[in-house]
């Protein structure tokens, strides 16, 4: 193997070089209490003339000097180990081999070795702690004080990166670990327990605090979080596990609490056997590609590297930003980018005749529930519904095993546009579930085509026949930075000075983060057998005024410098979301953040005569809109203070 020439190089060959030298001389002097006879240092010198060079050679072939010495490590050491224990048993070989005459000491040849491991490795040793300031940073003052929070292996890596940073000083450690406390880690001081963080902030004079708890559970971490905002310093995390590829946690990982770490959960457990079984080497169809949730779908799906993801996208440039992003991050990938409406039929079975997939996402939809409240009412129905009728029958008769559609906490009991059409939605997949005959395609929709043969086509599964197709519906809340939320528009609020605006005071949501909603619609996915609705577990609802303060306080301001005013109710909105009707009853499911919701039953001759009012008005204004919704959906009781005339 070749190897680069530079000056480290060549000192480090020349180091070992002469700590072999030193090593079988001194064991010599060792062996013989430092008085050895006249013939043995005549034997000492003609040997080590064989000696050292045979070590040097042996370092070089156990590759020794391709590393750095102020990134020596456990490895190096176990590298240095194995190579002088092989020139240990190779020397008395090799003298014995060209017959070179001496006596060499059996205790030489035990001595030697030993003194030359303590050389190299403890050159090297001292060497790394030198480069990392190790031998005075007790003493080490420069830097920004800061306090650690967790004493694990994180916090053990971090304080190894600390000691290296002309930013930071670190001085001490926080963990709830009453064992710990009093010890020293890498030298500094594990100070006491996180609750104590406001006493030793203002003792020490600490401004920062970073927090290196990666696997702690989320209540841990916002526990620890809220210990920083009650002591008012600033606060740096390390990543996640899943977002520590290596075991080294380096400085420049650290970054800012985002409103993730506060309102986000503990990881979800998913069935990865049973998801590659439903998506590995099969197709995949994603509508509504580009948006919040589908783009995030595509990627968790493109984990399980399915044969073919499809995306459909009415958006041209959120298409082509997925393309771009898939492309960069899964080279092999076999990704098709289709442009096209939900409701257009033709286009739906154009794509679904050349892909064939086995398994559909919808999660196009129109969901901004003041837009869809006033002026868009009918094209929200059309769109959400009819455009769900559209995919959903498309995969019906071209052979897909399992629709997944994606619903809203806001289709409970709706008070809006929005919420009620995508009850209707789901109405729909409830009636295509229903054992009646597949509902016929709604006047001016084109022709049923001939479900395809059994079997044919790529990733298609044994049951992928018209009456094998599996509907399931998943209801979640709302997601931490999806499009239209209100998380976008308070950042752009505060780096404008001011003020965020808030409906009412006593507003609040479900929030969850876009990877976990995800995760849960492909673990629902999953486990469905054909016409249940998946309720989230959403964990607490959150009131929208605290996430406005919190935001605030994240980004390093008071409520003083950026301001809340409360602007009052919008139209189609309510003050709470909830994620069951109250007709419905949930059961439980093996994965602890999904259940079941017993919804009322859907008449499939119903929904008939509702798809083709639908199909057959092509527009309505608002309130001729919102007493169609009244007439089809006995759960939507609208607004009549906000409804627009």
């Known amino acids: 193997m070749l190897l680069k020439f530079d000056p480290r190089t060549v000192l480090a060959i020349l180091h070992d070089l002469v700590a072999a030298a030193f090593a079988w001389s001194f064991a010599y002097l060792l062996r013989f209490n430092f008085e050895p006879p006249v013939n043995f240092i005549d034997e000492m010198m003609r040997t080590l003339t064989w000696v050292a060079p045979l070590q040097s050679v042996i370092f070089w072939c156990f590759g020794l000097y391709h590393g750095l010495w102020r990134y020596a490590s456990v490895t190096d050491l176990r590298r240095i180990f194995l190579a002088v224990l092989t020139a240990a048993a190779l020397i008395p070989l090799v003298l014995w081999?060209?017959?070179?005459?001496?006596?060499?000491?059996?205790?030489?040849?035990?001595?030697?070795?030993?003194?030359?491991l303590l050389l190299m490795g403890g050159s090297r040793l001292i060497y790394r702690l030198w480069k990392e300031q190790g031998l005075y940073r007790n003493f080490k003052l420069a830097g920004e004080p800061v306090l650690v929070l967790g004493?694990?292996?994180?916090?053990?890596?971090l304080s190894k990166e600390l000691?290296?940073?002309?930013?930071?000083?670190l001085v001490g450690f926080l963990d709830d670990e009453a064992g710990k406390h009093g010890h020293t880690i890498n030298g500094i001081r594990v100070l006491g327990a996180l609750d104590s963080l406001p006493q030793w902030a203002q003792r020490l004079g600490v401004q920062q605090a970073i927090i290196a708890m990666?696997?702690?559970?989320?209540?841990?971490?916002?526990?620890?979080?809220?210990?920083?905002n009650q002591a008012g310093i600033k606060v740096l995390t390390v990543p996640s596990f899943d977002d520590l590829l290596s075991?080294?946690?380096?400085?420049?990982?650290?970054?800012?609490?985002?409103?993730?770490?506060?309102?986000?959960r503990d990881a979800v457990q998913l069935d990865t056997a049973g998801l590659h079984a439903l998506l590995t080497n099969k197709v995949v169809l994603v509508t509504g590609a580009g948006g919040s949730i589908g783009s995030e779908l595509c990627r968790q799906i493109a984990l399980f590297k399915p044969r073919t993801l499809v995306l459909f996208e009415l958006s041209e440039f959120a298409l082509y930003k997925m393309e771009q992003e898939l492309s960069m991050k899964f080279p092999a990938l076999d990704i098709a980018c289709q442009i096209g409406d939900?409701?257009?039929?033709a286009r739906l079975d154009q794509i679904f005749d050349e892909y064939k997939p086995a398994v559909v996402f919808h999660a196009a939809a129109y969901k901004h529930v003041p837009l869809m409240e006033q002026h868009n009412a009918w094209q929200a129905i059309r769109n959400n519904v009819l455009g769900t009728w559209s995919v959903a029958t498309a995969a019906q008769r071209h052979g897909v095993v399992k629709f997944v559609q994606i619903s809203t906490d806001k289709a409970v009991n709706p008070t809006n546009v929005m919420g009620a059409s995508k009850r209707l939605a789901e109405m729909v997949c409830q009636g295509l579930q229903a054992p009646s005959p597949p509902t016929p395609l709604p006047k001016g929709e084109g022709k049923n085509?001939?479900?395809?043969?059994?079997?044919?086509?790529?990733?298609?599964g044994s049951d992928s026949t018209e009456a094998g197709i599996r509907f399931v519906m998943v209801r979640f809340g709302n997601v931490l930075g999806s499009t239209g939320s209100v998380i976008p528009k308070f950042r752009e609020q505060i780096a404008q000075g001011g003020p965020i605006t808030v409906t009412h005071p006593e507003i609040t949501r479900y929030f969850m983060s876009i990877p976990e909603a995800a995760q849960l619609v492909l673990q629902a996915g999953l486990m469905g057998k054909g016409g249940e609705i998946f309720v989230l577990d959403m964990g607490d609802p959150v009131k929208i005024v605290d996430l406005a303060r919190d935001l605030i306080r994240l980004s390093g301001l008071s409520e003083e410098e950026i301001k809340i005013e409360f602007t009052g109710l919008r139209p189609g909105e309510k003050l709470y979301e909830e994620l069951l009707a109250d007709s419905e009853h949930t059961l439980p499911t093996p994965h602890p953040k999904l259940r079941i919701a017993q919804a009322r039953k859907v008449d499939a001759a119903l929904l008939k005569d509702i798809l083709a009012a639908i199909d057959t008005r092509a527009t309505l204004s608002d309130a001729q809109a919102k007493s169609f919704l009244e007439q089809w959906v006995v759960e939507y009781q609208p607004d009549q203070t906000l409804a627009v005339k």
């Open 97 to 116: 081999m060209f017959r070179i005459s001496a006596v060499v000491p059996r205790s030489v040849l035990v001595i030697s070795p030993v003194l030359l």
């Open 151 to 157: 004493a694990g292996d994180a916090a053990v890596n």
């Open 163 to 169: 000691t290296r940073s002309q930013e930071w000083h």
């Open 214 to 228: 990666p696997s702690a559970s989320h209540a841990v971490r916002k526990r620890a979080i809220d210990f920083c």
């Open 247 to 264: 075991g080294r946690v380096a400085i420049s990982q650290l970054r800012r609490v985002e409103l993730d770490d506060l309102l986000g």
């Open 342 to 345: 939900v409701r257009d039929t």
């Open 449 to 460: 085509k001939a479900p395809p043969p059994r079997g044919e086509g790529l990733g298609r």
